[in-house]
């Protein structure tokens, strides 16, 4: 890959998190349009990719972009308060950049029709805006096209040096602890050129290094052509703001062989350093500004004031799958820990210095394993955040005014799983809301509620696991009409006894939709059944309550990481399998009065009240040994999509957490095992996919 | 450097030995230039072309001159370029 590529993935990158950030903050600003700060934000992200689109040749985005900075630019500079209609314009501008952007990354020539007309949107409100606040401003021939640099074209320095400060502003709010920034002022002399400097061999230079680097080039003096040389520089000024790593004694080196006069350094300090000395730039009245500045003719004074007294956070960015790569190698280290703490011969040696050391290297792995498990932990904020744009929008197409709560957005959850969360849960808050909530606030308060309609966004820690549900306050679910509608379809007999969940469940079957109005948000019956596939492919499942009249919950079970499982080992046969605790609800060794059999139908063990299919591992895998009976094994009662079943072993052999690896191609057609681990004694163990212990088709109910 | 009837075409990468002969070019023939584009993936490599263009659309405003007017430029090696000309 080459260097540009490399960059040019790094950009896409930056582009997208971008992108969703935007598409975050326009819905937390219009929720406060006041919110300047959050105006600013916005700006500067959209200023950062406006820069990075147009460096890389995504020239369309690059020019939405540009025009829709200006638009912020407007209105963050006038303070003027924004129109709900305009708002609706920052909302859509946001769209189209998303949209653009996957044109540009997939070379779409068609751009969307959305591009164009917002774009001229855009263009017509800052005509107005601009037209009616700058009477005076001369109409140049230049089209309103440019940046901030177009506005001050024809009007005062003052308005140039302004742009230099909002410059540094933008960069300073960019800065981090390794990196300085520097506001450095060039004044070459005509002979420049001849001497062979020109002021782009320096910004190459310090572009090398630099994060963010701006130029601002006073063309003021610059003379009609009559007069004009071109080998000779005519340029007055140029100031460059550069954010680099750069210290002050490197900066300078690159400026060493000009003349003192041609060049002026100033260290600009980092905001919270700005703000710390404030006490003692008064005391100094010599000093207008925080600015540790040196001239060439006073260079030494000062640089020992380089200490950045903040202490922002320090990231750094990593490739996901080096962070994988760690965790399968933690992974090994955990497996050759146990190996070591479970040898039979290790464990017979009555030493103690040996044992101790053993015990240390125990508590050290299971350190580094902690923090190498909190690398791929993130908060599930950000997903929670998008929600609110998908509340918002499904509120307007289906008219209906809804409040949202979100609760526990700090819960971490592993990265992988983040990824795959959004689509599940847009399509339960969709559904949530065209189907869940009633049709018109009049509905709501005829049966005594409030007009809003009410949806639910929690994240929580249960059991080791992580719970997100989400809740409406809505009419709930017709069990009746869900078990009529299974009936009419074939998907349960006329006779089943299904217990409420069992019934809730039958909603995420494939095509199954009780809805009688097909919208563009749900009722297909897809949604759901695409909801618990994907939810199992994290190794998780969705579990329904209802309350007729109250409201709905969905919730979402996951396991804390996809790379490790908390399970539960068995043995039959002489055999290891694991059974994911996520799944297991109790286990037993049944009295011989509550084991049925019942023809054609197999074992049943009646658990208070409850019938439940017992399933022989050893008949699933053909294990020989020699058959006991229920009462003397021991049943393990697990919850699978099919509904509950105990799971017949000869012996408990204990909890443990594994490593999850997979199989080769030729056992991952085996859908009773779901991948395998290394045991801390070197054996290895199938953990077993519980849903596939019984095809869904013999499941019987009684 | 190419020529389209009254629309020149310039490379924004040339060297001082290139800008000194496309200021010889334009000098005599600047009232029959109606527009002077540059190569779209180009890069401004040099102060001199920057002040010559500004003193071209300072001489004759009617010259349209895109690049220019457009006020900025962003490359990955110089950073974002701003540029202010005074009509």
């Not at chain 1, 609706?88 to 164009?116: H, R, T």
């Not at chain 1, 001050?152 to 400060?165: C, G, L, P, T």
């Amino acid at each position: 890959m080459t260097k540009q590529e490399e960059l040019k993935l790094i950009f896409i990158e930056e582009a997208n998190e971008i992108i969703e950030k935007l598409d975050v903050d326009i819905i937390r600003f219009e929720e406060n349009s006041n919110d300047l700060e959050l105006l600013n934000e916005i700006f500067r992200g959209v200023h950062t990719l406006k820069g990075n689109s147009n460096a890389f040749g995504f020239t369309r985005l690059g020019e939405f972009v540009h025009h829709f900075e200006d638009l912020l630019d407007y209105y963050r500079s006038t303070k003027e308060s924004i129109e709900t209609n305009n708002l609706e314009l920052f909302v859509e501008s946001v769209d189209v950049v998303k949209e653009v952007m996957i044109c540009e990354l997939d070379a779409i020539e068609q751009l969307p029709k959305s591009y164009a007309e917002c774009l001229e949107k855009i263009k017509i409100l800052l005509d107005i805006k601009k037209n009616r606040t700058k009477p005076t401003v001369e109409q140049k021939s230049i089209e309103p096209l440019n940046d901030l640099a177009c506005e001050f074209a024809s009007i005062s320095f003052e308005e140039d040096k302004n742009e230099v400060e909002e410059c540094v502003k933008f960069q300073q709010s960019m800065q981090s602890e390794e990196l300085n920034l520097y506001k450095i002022d060039l004044t070459l002399d005509n002979d420049c050129y001849k001497r062979g400097f020109d002021y782009f061999i320096f910004l190459k230079i310090l572009g090398e290094r630099a994060t963010h680097l701006d130029s601002f080039f006073d063309m003021q003096n610059i003379q009609m052509l009559d007069e004009f040389k071109c080998d000779e520089n005519s340029i007055s000024k140029v100031t460059i703001v550069a954010l680099t790593p750069l210290v002050y004694g490197e900066i300078e080196e690159i400026f060493e062989f000009l003349f003192d006069h041609e060049y002026s350094i100033t260290l600009i300090p980092p905001l919270i350093a700005e703000q710390k000395t404030d006490t003692q730039i008064q005391n100094n009245s010599s000093s207008e500004t925080s600015e540790i500045v040196s001239n060439a003719t006073s260079k030494t004074s000062t640089i020992s004031t380089n200490s950045n007294t903040n202490t922002p956070k320090s990231t750094i960015r990593i490739d996901t799958f080096k962070v994988d790569e760690l965790f399968d190698s933690v992974g090994e280290l955990v497996i050759a820990q146990n190996f070591i703490t479970q040898n039979r011969e290790i464990r017979s040696l009555e030493n103690e210095a040996i044992n101790r050391s053993i015990e240390t290297l125990s508590k050290i792995t299971k350190k580094i394993q902690d923090r190498v498990m909190s690398l791929r932990m993130v908060a599930i904020k950000d997903t929670f955040e998008k929600m609110k744009r998908v509340v918002r929008d499904t509120s307007k197409k289906t008219c209906k005014e809804i409040n949202l709560i979100i609760q526990g957005e700090e819960t971490e959850i592993d990265k992988t799983m983040i990824d795959n969360l959004s689509d599940p849960l847009i399509h339960i808050i969709r559904n949530a809301i065209d189907h869940g909530l009633e049709s018109c606030g009049e509905e709501r308060v005829s049966v005594g509620k409030s007009a809003d309609g009410v949806i639910t966004l929690r994240a929580f820690h249960k059991s080791g696991n992580i719970v997100i549900s989400v809740s409406d306050d809505g009419r709930g679910i017709n069990k009746e009409r869900v078990l009529k509608k299974a009936i009419e379809r074939g998907v349960v007999g006329e006779n089943e006894n299904l217990t409420e969940s069992q019934i809730f469940a039958l909603l995420m079957q494939p095509g199954f939709s009780t809805a009688e109005t097909i919208s563009d948000l749900s009722g297909r019956g897809v949604g759901l059944d695409v909801v618990k596939t994907s939810i199992e492919k994290l190794r998780g499942k969705v579990e329904i309550d209802s309350k007729e009249g109250s409201g709905t919950t969905f919730s979402i079970i996951l396991p804390l990481t996809l790379a490790i499982i908390d399970g539960m080992l068995v043995q039959v046969a002489e055999e290891t399998y694991i059974i994911p605790t996520l799944s297991v609800i109790e286990s037993f060794r049944p009295q011989k009065e509550i084991v049925h059999f019942l023809k054609s139908k197999g074992e049943f063990v009646n658990l208070r009240g409850e019938c439940i299919p017992i399933v022989r591992l050893s008949d699933v895998f053909d294990l020989k040994t020699t058959r006991v009976e229920a009462w003397d094994a021991i049943l393990v009662c697990v919850e699978t999509e099919g509904g509950r079943i105990a799971i017949l072993i000869d012996e408990l052999l204990g909890r443990q957490q594994v490593v999850i690896k997979t199989l080769g191609k030729s056992l991952a057609k085996i859908k009773e095992i779901s991948g395998g681990a290394i045991l801390g004694n070197g054996d290895i163990a199938l953990i077993l996919n519980v849903d596939e212990l019984r095809p869904l088709g013999e499941i019987s109910h009684v | 450097m190419e020529i389209n009837g009254d629309e020149i075409i310039i490379e924004l990468d040339m060297p001082m030995d290139e800008v000194v002969k496309f200021e010889e070019f334009i000098r005599p023939r600047i009232e029959y230039i109606e527009k002077i584009e540059t190569e779209p993936k180009g890069t401004l490599t040099s102060g001199a072309l920057l002040s010559l263009l500004v003193s071209i659309k300072r001489t004759r405003p009617q010259i349209e001159i895109p690049f220019l007017e457009k006020g900025w430029a962003t490359s990955s090696t110089h950073g974002t370029l701003h540029w202010t000309y005074h009509d």
